[in-house]
Nanobody, 122 residues
Framework: QVQLQESGPGLVKPSQTLSLSCTIS???????????WTWIRQSPGKGLEWMGA???????YYSPSLQSRTSISRDTSKNQFTLLLSSVTPEDTAVYYC?????????????WGQGVQVTVSS
């Protein structure tokens, strides 16, 4: 069993950096090594967009369309992984999900957080 919980501010101003954290709750720490820990978002009128992922060893993977603005990392001491999305605009408004997946893609997402609405507005 894995439970994921997103946390972070729901409102971000344009040009600022969006920062979200996802806390992983598992029965065994070894579970952390089984998944690509992933960030996904969904904005109005669009489908799910894979943003990127980190594995527990630390390697990262990013969507080419977002790579220049995205940083994903993990904190082993807190059992968390984080998303930083810089230079946000209103088109970054979306529901953001953290997830656990077998691959660095939307294929076969195994674990989902509940999602958090993030609005970019001044």
């Amino acid at each position: 069993q894995v439970q994921l919980q997103e946390s972070g501010p729901g409102l971000v101003k344009p040009s600022q950096t969006l920062s979200l954290s996802c806390t992983i709750s598992t029965d065994s720490i070894t579970t952390n090594y089984y998944y690509y820990w992933t960030w996904i978002r969904q904005s109005p009128g669009k489908g799910l967009e894979w943003m990127g992922a980190v594995v527990w060893r630390g390697s990262t993977y990013y969507s080419p369309s977002l790579q220049s603005r995205t940083s994903i990392s993990r904190d082993t001491s807190k059992n968390q992984f984080t998303l930083l999305l810089s230079s946000v605009t209103p088109e970054d408004t979306a529901v953001y999900y953290c997830a656990g997946a077998p691959f660095p893609s939307l294929s076969g997402i195994t674990w989902w957080g509940q999602g958090v609405q993030v609005t970019v507005s001044s």
